[in-house]
């Protein structure tokens, strides 16, 4: 069975910074690409960060240059490194392995 639980998330002050994980098994971590998606109260869930299986990244125009998606193979694990954090970027945070399978989220609340 294939897990994904992510970790992290919480309460930060806009301007901050946060680093959420997502931590895999059932699967041979490696040779999947992933990414991060959000989803914020009334709105659709959107893709925020990927990452494939060489480490090449791709993110949405509004965190680009503020969020850093990295993966550390060795611990099967990715992460989301969110740099000046805004009230806009308050969501459920998802990991999601694509064609297999979605976390249950992570809250991350960008507010003062």
């Known amino acids: 069975q294939v897990q994904l639980v992510e970790s992290g998330g919480g309460l930060v002050q806009p301007g901050g910074s946060l680093r959420i994980s997502c931590e895999v098994s059932g699967i041979t971590f490696r040779f999947y690409a992933m990414a991060w998606y959000r989803q914020a109260p009334g709105k659709q869930r959107e893709l925020v960060a990927g990452?494939?299986?060489?480490?090449?990244?791709n993110y949405t125009d509004s965190v680009k240059d503020r969020f850093t998606i990295s993966r550390d193979n060795a611990l099967n694990t990715m992460y989301l490194q969110m740099n000046s954090l805004k009230p806009e970027d308050t969501a459920v945070y998802y990991c999601h392995i694509p064609g297999i399978s979605w976390g249950q989220g992570t809250q991350v609340t960008a507010s003062s």
């Open positions: 990452i494939t299986m060489s480490g090449i990244t």
